[in-house]
């Protein structure tokens, strides 16, 4: 799977249109390969209002909780907004302990 960082402030969603900060694109074939899109526009803003490590943890937790949407989707399951909002938030955790 590909993440691709977006220089723009907020990314279009390809089913919805909705404006939001990270996206995964999930084909209908599952051969096909799927990727993440991610916003980071605001960077600079996010530095200035968090500091630099909560502007790179923002952006890192919109990573995770789309790469939740990719587990669901590579085990067929429905798409969870509240489970990928925990357990992304936990990928993030994790690897800040890790980095420790």
């Known amino acids: ?14 089913q919805t249109k909705e404006l939001v900060s990270a996206s ?9 390969e799927p990727y993440i899109r991610v916003a980071s526009g605001d960077y600079e803003e996010l530095i200035s209002e968090r500091g630099e490590e909560n502007a790179i943890a923002a952006i890192l937790t919109s990573i995770g909780h789309e790469i939740i949407h990719y587990r669901q989707w590579i085990d067929d399951r429905e798409f969870s907004e509240d489970e990928a909002e925990e ?6 955790d994790h690897y800040y302990e890790w980095t420790e």
Do not use: A, S
């Open 1 to 14: 799977m590909v993440v691709y960082i977006k220089k723009d402030y907020q990314i279009k969603t390809y």
């Open 24 to 32: 995964f694109l999930c084909p209908d074939d599952k051969d096909l």
């Open 87 to 92: 357990e992304g938030g936990k990928l993030v």
